[in-house]
Nanobody, 125 residues
Framework: QVQLVESGGGLVQAGGSLRLSCAAS????????MGWFRQAPGKEREFVAA????????YYADSVKGRFTLSRDNRKNTVYLQMNSLKPEDTAAYYC??????????????????WGQGTQVTVSS
């Protein structure tokens, strides 16, 4: 069992930056790949980024590539999503998720077993 708690969301102007954090409970954090998804009002949840168990492999959605950076610290049971050059279209609720699957990088939410409650990111134009 893994509990996930996101933090770091907020209101920022276009072009600004935010860093989201996801703290995980449990002693098996390093056994899971971690991902971030987001969901805007009226839209489906979409993949943002994922990182492998050791942190050595990352995947990004095309829409955030070059602007977002995902990292993890297994000593602190935490993953970080650094978001730069934010755009109004990045506005969404952001969810952290944990995956025990080898297919975590394929961008499907079905490969993730545990989810946080989400943190809101709002980018004003």
């Amino acid at each position: 069992q893994v509990q996930l708690v996101e933090s770091g969301g907020g209101l920022v102007q276009a072009g600004g930056s935010l860093r989201l954090s996801c703290a995980a409970s449990g002693r098996t954090f390093s056994s899971y790949a971690m991902g971030w998804f987001r969901q805007a009002p009226g839209k489906e949840r979409e993949f943002v980024a994922a990182v492998g168990r050791s942190g050595g492999t990352t995947y990004y959605a095309d829409s955030v590539k070059g602007r977002f950076t995902l990292s993890r610290d297994n000593r602190k049971n935490t993953v970080y999503l650094q978001m730069n050059s934010l755009k109004p279209e990045d506005t969404a609720a952001y969810y952290c998720a944990a995956s025990g699957s080898s297919y975590y990088g394929r961008g499907s939410s079905g490969n993730y077993e545990y989810w946080g409650q989400g943190t809101q990111v709002t980018v004003s134009s």
